[in-house]
Nanobody, 118 residues
Framework: QVQLVESGGGLVQPGGSLRLSCATS????????MGWYRQAPGKQRELIVD???????NYADSVKGRFTISKDNAKNTVYLQMNSLKPEDTAVYYC????????????WGQGTQVTVSS
């Protein structure tokens, strides 16, 4: 059974940092694209970064240079390090696993709230 469980969200001041975690089960990182999405109130869910099985990454311009995705194969966990946070980063953040070579299902975590405010 596939599960993705996010954690690490919270309230942080502008300029601060947070690290989100996505603990997975039933996912083989080498054949899934692992992504982080976010959805702000009244807006569509957007992809902010993904990582393919070979480790290559793709960042949205809005987070490039501030956010970093990584994964720990031994812990079956994907991380999102977020630095220099801005109020516009406030959103619910979701972890996603999508088959890299087609077929199968996309999987989503339940989301974790990140609020950037003074």
């Amino acid at each position: 059974q596939v599960q993705l469980v996010e954690s690490g969200g919270g309230l942080v001041q502008p300029g601060g940092s947070l690290r989100l975690s996505c603990a997975t089960s039933g996912i083989i990182f080498s054949i899934y694209v692992m992504g982080w999405y976010r959805q702000a109130p009244g807006k569509q869910r957007e992809l902010i970064v993904d990582m393919r099985g070979d480790g290559s990454t793709n960042y949205a311009d809005s987070v490039k240079g501030r956010f970093t995705i990584s994964k720990d194969n031994a812990k079956n966990t994907v991380y999102l390090q977020m630095n220099s946070l801005k109020p516009e980063d406030t959103a619910v953040y979701y972890c996603n696993a999508a088959p890299e070579y087609g077929g199968g299902y996309d999987y989503w975590g339940q989301g974790t709230q990140v609020t950037v405010s003074s």
